[in-house]
């Protein structure tokens, strides 16, 4: 899997063998060859989706098993620029009843998320996008 940032400053790449994200330098290029910048290890055994900030904010979607066979996925937000600090998402609670399906930045650097909310059987799946503002407080987007 390979994603850029909005503004194509920044590169970055999965590896289902070894769980690895690693980044590269787009703007610091030295002719054809893309600039290794560092890598991040993910403890997470399937990555559904995965994007990148300008200023290398990385998020991804994975999967959760939960109860038995059942699967659930959930979205990790780091800061790369931070020690791969991890950044909670506000109005975002780990649930049964949600699952997060697709993560991307916009040009603004505004942090958008897909997600479905189970309400019940009858009703089925309700879409939710979410907008968070990337301005870090107290390690939280809102």
Same mark, same amino acid.
Request: with cysteine.
């Given at each position: 899997?390979? @994603?850029?940032?909005? /503004? @194509?400053?920044y590169?970055? #790449?999965? &590896? =289902?063998?070894?769980? +690895?994200?690693?980044?590269?330098?787009?703007?610091?290029?030295?002719?054809?060859?893309?600039?290794?910048?560092?890598?991040?290890? #993910? /403890?997470?055994?399937?990555?559904?989706?995965?994007?990148?900030?300008?200023?290398?904010?990385?998020?991804?979607?994975? %999967?959760?098993?939960?109860?038995?066979?059942?699967? $659930?996925?959930?979205?990790?937000? $780091?800061d790369? /620029?931070?020690?791969? =600090?991890? $950044?909670?998402?506000?109005?975002? #609670? @780990? &649930?049964?009843? #949600?699952?997060?399906?697709?993560?991307?930045?916009?040009?603004?650097? %505004?942090? $958008?998320?897909? +997600?479905?909310?189970?309400?019940? /059987?009858?009703?089925?799946?309700? =879409?939710?996008?979410?907008i968070?503002?990337?301005?870090?407080?107290?390690?939280?987007? @809102?």
């Open positions: 899997m390979i @994603e850029i940032s909005p /503004n @194509e400053k590169l970055i #790449t999965y &590896s =289902k063998e070894d769980h +690895s994200i690693v980044g590269w330098n787009v703007e610091d290029i030295d002719k054809v060859q893309l600039k290794f910048d560092q890598a991040v290890k #993910t /403890n997470e055994d399937i990555v559904k989706s995965l994007c990148i900030s300008d200023d290398k904010k990385l998020a991804h979607v994975y %999967e959760k098993k939960r109860r038995g066979y059942h699967t $659930i996925n959930h979205t990790v937000v $780091i790369m /620029n931070n020690k791969d =600090k991890e $950044i909670a998402l506000s109005f975002k #609670t @780990e &649930s049964e009843h #949600t699952e997060d399906c697709y993560c991307t930045f916009n040009l603004k650097g %505004e942090f $958008i998320l897909y +997600s479905k909310f189970y309400v019940n /059987n009858i009703s089925g799946s309700h =879409k939710i996008i979410w968070y503002s990337t301005q870090t407080k107290n390690n939280k987007w @809102e």
